[in-house]
T-cell receptor
């Protein structure tokens, strides 16, 4: 079975400071990893994904994430946070060896960026 | 492209009533899915479809039915609504699930309350 853990329900950061939103995963094989963002009263929007290759993945809105196989982590980062980054962030995983396997989401982390 | 559309945006039902949540996409995506989002639970997969005429169960399928008669449409039916089905429902689609690398595109959601 595959699973995702987002250990923080909420992350608070001041505007201009770097931010990190944590994600760890568990799959039986090798993972495909995704980050999505949800703004209030909206659907989820894709941010970035790790499929293969370079462990550092760059995505939309200046976000990036680093795949660490030994620590089974895929933390989301941004060098300088904006107030407009305040939203709910979801990490998701799929086992690449499972054919039509489904995507498993974490519970989400609320990011609050203060002015 | 309109992307993924969902109707209605809001719905209130009484226990025992039935209804259909509509989902349509105009991107010619093979894969479509339904999730429910509950506080502190993340997104949980209800049903999914890998193409017209093919559907399968996700993590929480009980109380829901789906069918996929066309590539564009993937309605979700609540057979006999229960208060436990109070949730926000999201439809998503992607080009193909073969290999599992494709990004999912989400609709804006339907907020359902069952009294």
């Amino acid at each position: 079975a595959q699973s995702v853990a987002q250990p923080e329900d909420q992350v608070n950061v001041a505007e201009g400071n770097p931010l990190t939103v944590k994600c760890t995963y568990s799959v039986s094989g090798n993972p495909y990893l995704f980050w999505y963002v949800q703004y209030p009263n909206r659907g989820l929007q894709f941010l970035l994904k790790y499929i293969t290759g370079d462990n550092l993945v760059k995505g939309s809105y200046g976000f990036e994430a680093e795949f660490n196989k030994s620590q089974t982590s895929f933390h989301l980062k941004k060098p300088s946070a904006l107030v407009s980054d305040s939203a709910l962030y979801f990490c998701a995983v799929r086992d690449r060896n499972s054919g039509y396997s489904t995507l498993t989401f974490g519970k989400g982390t609320m990011l609050l960026v203060s002015p | 492209n309109a992307g993924v559309t969902q109707t209605p945006k809001f719905q209130v039902l009484k226990t025992g009533q039935s209804m259909t949540l509509q989902c349509a996409q105009d991107m010619n995506h093979e894969y479509m899915s339904w999730y429910r989002q509950d506080p502190g639970m993340g997104l949980r997969l209800i049903h999914y479809s890998v193409g017209a005429g093919i559907t399968d169960q996700g993590e929480v399928p009980n109380g829901y039915n789906v069918s996929r008669s066309t590539t564009e449409d993937f309605p979700l039916r609540l057979l006999s609504a229960a208060p436990s089905q109070t949730s926000v429902y999201f439809c998503a689609s992607s080009y193909s699930e073969l290999g599992g690398t494709d990004t999912q595109y989400f609709g804006p959601g339907t907020r359902l309350t069952v009294l």
